[in-house]
């Protein structure tokens, strides 16, 4: 069975600092998809980074960076200049290339400090 | 289309009762999804609809819920003989049936047993 693993159950960053979330994954498989969501208070989850493992090349969405490592399934998030409306629950979401479901870690609450 | 919709928002019922929540999912998405996530918890995949196809369920799915897709488009999650342990935020999400496509997510439907 996959499993997702986010050890850190909150991190907090100074506005405009960059901080980095981490995930680990452990799988079988050699093809899959890594995301990164994000659940504000209002509850409503908003895709953030997708990664696909058979790309080598690290995913980028502005502000938004990830470190993926296969060899060592992990998947960390970077966020660059953190702003206010970054304060959320961030989590780490595993999907197999022919799945349906996903599997999604424990979060991690993100507090950005003005 | 404004995104996955779900009905009602908050839901109060005695132990015992019966509830059912919609959810209403993007509508050109032929994916639909149910998950529960409970606090400080990811959300845990419940069920899938390829159309109105339930392909698959999780072992968290006991006897007491059953969840539908009649035509394709929306869905319901019915919930019977509540129990307090029932107690989450149930969250529907839905996607294309392409492989490297993501999960859109409701707002969810908080359901409390008292």
């Known amino acids: 069975a996959q499993t997702v693993t986010q050890s850190q159950p909150e991190m907090s960053v100074q506005e405009a600092e960059t901080v980095t979330l981490s995930c680990t994954y452990d799988t079988s498989e050699s093809d899959y998809y890594l995301f990164w969501y994000k659940q504000p208070p209002s509850r409503q989850m908003i895709l953030v980074i997708r990664q696909e493992a058979y790309k080598q090349q690290n995913a980028t969405e502005n502000r938004f960076s990830v470190n993926f490592q296969k060899a060592a399934k992990s998947f960390s998030l970077k966020i660059s200049d953190s702003q206010l409306g970054d304060a959320a629950m961030y989590f780490c979401a595993y999907r197999r290339f022919t799945g349906n479901q996903f599997y999604f870690g424990t979060g991690t609450s993100l507090t950005v400090i003005p | 289309d404004t995104g996955v919709s779900q009905n009602p928002r908050h839901k109060i019922t005695k132990r015992g009762q019966n509830v059912t929540f919609r959810c209403d999912p993007i509508s050109e998405h032929n994916r639909l999804y149910w998950y529960r996530q409970t606090l400080g918890q990811g959300p845990e995949f419940l069920t899938y609809f390829q159309n109105e196809a339930q392909l698959e369920k999780s072992r968290l799915l006991s006897d007491r819920f059953s969840a539908e897709r009649p035509k394709g488009s929306f869905s319901t999650l019915e919930i019977q003989r509540t129990e307090q342990g029932d107690s989450a935020m149930y969250l529907c999400?839905?996607?294309?049936?392409?492989?490297?496509?993501?999960?859109?997510f409701g707002q969810g439907t908080r359901l409390t047993v008292v």
């Open positions: 999400a839905s996607s294309l049936s392409s492989m490297n496509t993501e999960a859109f």
